[in-house]
């Protein structure tokens, strides 16, 4: 199956309790179904300046902002594992995210150290020009447990249900472990609805009829605002 590099989609975020996770899902169900992976843990580093200019930048909602991250689906277990360094993007609530796959070595050589990796490839000339603009480092760790969900009718419509979120501001290398402190309460999870059009009827009928409304949050933002101390010693 070809790994797919490019995103465009709107991207909409909910606060499930427990309770109403379980509504949610039997609601769904017929329209929706659990992607092949299962629950399967996603690990993150995200890179920002010295003093967090683009956390800082991004939790006062403008109408463009971006970021990079390191992710890995699980922990990498050698030097010769897959990960992909992404580019996201936001501009007028629109999310474009690309990214290009290498391995953990190749990666951490490029974004820890500035060896630059021996290809040529477009996404990593846009990775190479936000480096430029943007003197970043190894800010935080983030990983969740993730389950994904795909439109039985259009595959292309998505959510992800995200639980057990935790973080860290040291050990900064995906090889450290998936460990860190836990962000929401555990009977939150975070829902992700990621449109690439309109969001079909069926949907908003389930979301308005279980009062499930949209929120503002991001992973990294709610870390940082919570342990700002930390951020700022």
Known sequence: MAVQTVFKRYEKKYLLTKEKEDAFLKAIDGRMAMDRYGEHTICNIYFDTPDYDLIRTSIEHPVYKEKLRLRCYGVPQSGASPVFAELKKKYDGVVYKRRIQMTYDEAEGYLYHGIHPKRDEQILREIDWFLKMNPVKPAVFLAYDR????????????????????????????????????????????????????????????????????????KYGTYYQSDRDVYMS
């Open 147 to 218: 389950r994904a969900y795909a439109g039985i009718e259009d595959p292309d419509f998505r959510l992800t249900l995200d639980r057990n979120i935790r973080c860290r501001k040291r050990q900064l290398h995906l090889m450290d472990g998936a460990i860190g402190a836990k962000l929401l309460e555990d009977d939150l999870t975070l829902m992700e609805i990621k449109i690439p059009g309109v969001m079909p009827l069926w949907m908003a009928r389930i979301l308005s009829e279980l009062e499930i409304k949209p929120v503002s949050i991001s």
